[in-house]
């Protein structure tokens, strides 16, 4: 039997932010980071709730990979205010709060059951419909996926009009995530039919539309298309699950604070070789098992079908690399210039085997050891 659940009301496309007003709701409790406040982008959502005399208050102390005491800060808040709906407009990592707090403040508290809001201004993590938030503990360099339903917010946003000034490095690293959350929900053990058409769509906008929305800021088709992608991508992974990909970059994120799309973009190639034991000096085999004729599947999304099997699975690695020489991000750790190789190679073991705790690994198409986990790292290097 299959199962696929659905909770938010998703609002897209061009002044999809007017259906705001008509939710049923008097005073919500705004929750954003410090750009989104300074930058004015935040006057979206606040300019129509002023013209339609609607109560708010604003929490703008969001963090980057939202640290505990930040969430812990933020419900404290949320007590104070009680509201009756929440809004979280901002990256992933203001979403992350906003969820987190609501279910924090529920757990706690007795009856805090009001609906969420998600606006996201960046297009690549999804938050906005999935029942994951990211939390860290920077003490202990660890990032904390937690997940539950509960976490799924109520209401998504998806207008254009707040993508338009991410800057082209955040739209390239976001925009890799989407595609890595798209391919990952696509391979993994916990696909459906319903997880695979959502994950194919994914891949083909991104395909299209990631490149032209990098290269011109003013192109919000694309940038429109790569927000809706992000959402759609958001959907596949929460029902089928992420895989390796994500489990090594959740380490590069907590032990060198890469951003999470740019660890998964630099792993992908690694990983696509991992998973489909097909590499520069592969021969064509009589067979391979039925996830690698999944990355043949995605080769065939993106236009890449070649002669056989291998040279498919070799033009789909060419083609994410040739991605990330379009998108202008660094190939290995050793380009980014921010750690010595000993120092590099010295954390190796210590990510693997964390990488091998997350959670994203149990969905992953192939069993992957440490051993196997240290050796991506190193090949990254
Ligand atoms: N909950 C989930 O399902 C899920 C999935 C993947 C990742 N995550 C988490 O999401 C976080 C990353 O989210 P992110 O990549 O969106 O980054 P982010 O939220 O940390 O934002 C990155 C930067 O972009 C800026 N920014 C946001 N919107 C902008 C805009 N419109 N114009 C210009 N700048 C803008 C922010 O101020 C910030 O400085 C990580 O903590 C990751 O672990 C969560
Ligand atoms: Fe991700």
Known sequence: MGSFRLKTQIFFGEKSLDELINLDYNNFFIISDPFVVTSNLISHVTDRLDANGKKYTIFDDVKPDPPIQNVANCVAKIREISPDALICIGGGSALDTGKAAKYLAKKDGADFNVPLIAIPTTSGTGSEVTSFAVISDPENHTKIPVRTYELVPEFAILDAVLVKSVPPKVVADTGMDVLTHAMESYVSVSANEISEALSEKAIQIVGQYLVRSYKNSEDSHARQKMHTASTIAGVAFDAAGLGVNHALAHQLGAWLHIPHGRANAILLPHVIEFNTGIDITSCSRPSYPYHVERYENIARILGLQNLNTVTTIRSLVNWVQ????????????????????????????????????????ETNPKLADEIDLSNIYEKIW
């Open 322 to 361: 040739f991605m990330l020489q379009e998108l202008e991000i660094p190939t290995s750790i050793s380009a980014m210039g921010i750690i010595s190789k000993e120092e590099y190679l010295a954390m190796v073991p210590v990510m693997a085997q964390a990488a091998l705790k997350d959670s994203c690994l």
